[in-house]
């Protein structure tokens, strides 16, 4: 299965950026810069591996996966000295890690023998937890939570869309490609004309 | 150990209602809802089967329990319309959910062949965490943690009465009756007249 | 191995006293000063056996180390009423604690075979996330992320010293000697001489 290993690598990549980014905009220090990418490079996919048991976790046992994101902090120093507006910069990282977070998550958990549904939410908890710690230690409310441009539900559309392509067993490579293209157009959509559902009722409306 | 899954299955079903009920009235959209709804509802049980190293996790183990938290969460999008006040309807789920799982969690150390101390030790945090998680998602401080009504001693001390009834030997569903009945009724009493411990010392009382 | 053990225990020790006294300086009660404890004092080390996968948990294997911080808490409650400042009492059990925790989590994490580079990263893992979770929970941001004085690079650089010393073949009791005063008087200095890495980049400069 090793074009999840590749999938897992660019994504461990893209979320480091995207955590360094979030970080650096926050006046961060070098260590700080290197806790958040850490955060959120690591958090989905390790509370993935300790729900499924997966041992040893994705990052012990592959070593370089923190130095690269330590490599991006340190080098996040010297680059965004030269960066005006780190805002404009978070959106395609975000997008990319979360889709490619995702379908590694959809698919280990495909191989862990769980069922489509916990599959799905495994692959679409591996693709958000991330952004959710990063939200929070940078204190704010995670957008998750709020009435914001869909970002799990396009999560965990292109999950089932790549399980179910699995399913009519569609070849490994197309399944992810697809599910990847479907998350990355969705969020960025959504992002572009402000998707979002409705609260389910107005916020302190009664009470 | 039947009585034991029993009792999980209303428990997840009780603390599903709370945690939509909790994020509904915060105005968060259905995934929002889902989302706070999962937290609370499997938070506390998630940390004790990996502090427990049980596999599978009780939710991945048994899909239907996050279906009926979905289904809870999509549902709420409909009645919630025709509901005023929310804030009443949290008490009975708060402590119900909260008894359900304490109970739960401090059978399944048992299980496992845990210290009475820790037994009940991690009962509490089952019965608990899941609130506390709710409301960091909701952005307050956990009421844990704030001189409020006593919420973990009803667990704690539900917790060793059904430990010390299994102990003597009396049988299962008496001892969990027993502890369902003191951890609700000590935990509205609790609210009902404000019992509170006093904080240790005055805050801020000279740093 | 037992010196790992002995310098478990003080650290449960004098970390259930750091979290007690941070929770009573907030005006916490007895269940909350407990909770804050525990979760300073064996957040980090369940991290890292979560992690590591290593069964059972330190603190379920060893039921007393819980029954410690429940009886600081206690304690403190009679105690704190004769003492007007807390604040200068953080200062020596922060650094101690810290150093204590970082020394088993390296030590645990080589005995696991862990990559030195990991094992110096679990190491700071368990030294510091027991204070980030402390902070969170009396709702500051965490100071690990905050231009503040270092804590993690003082945690690392020890781990990094202690690895290096057990790698040459020194006595384990030496390397945790040497290991234990680099940290502390690292950290003491770093706050008394206010040691800070700048800031990335300025905060919202130019977002």
Request: proline share 6%.
């Amino acid at each position: 299965m090793s074009y999840l290993v590749i999938i897992e690598f660019l994504a461990v990549i893209v979320c480091s950026i995207y955590g360094v980014l979030l970080a650096a905009r926050k006046g961060m220090d070098v260590v700080g810069v290197f806790a958040v990418g850490f955060a959120v490079a690591f958090g989905g996919g390790t509370l993935r591996d300790l729900f499924l048991d997966r041992t040893p976790l994705f990052w012990i046992g592959n070593p370089h996966y923190p130095m690269i994101t330590l490599a991006i902090a340190v080098l996040s120093g010297v680059i965004l000295r030269f960066v005006k507006h780190i805002k404009p910069l978070l959106l395609v990282p975000d997008a990319l890690g979360m889709a490619l977070f995702t379908l590694v998550g959809t698919g280990y958990a495909i191989e862990a023998g769980a069922n489509p549904f916990i599959a799905c939410l495994l692959g679409t908890i591996t693709g958000t937890f991330g952004g959710v710690v990063g939200d929070m230690i940078c204190n704010e409310v995670p957008t998750l939570f709020t009435p914001s441009p869909l970002n799990a539900t396009c999560s965990f559309t292109g999950s089932w869309i790549y399980w179910g392509m699995l399913h009519f067993e569609l070849p490994q490579e197309w399944s992810l490609l697809v599910g990847l293209l479907v998350i990355v157009l969705f969020r960025l959509a959504a992002v572009k004309w402000n998707w979002c559902f409705p609260g389910i009722r107005e916020p302190g409306g009664g009470a």
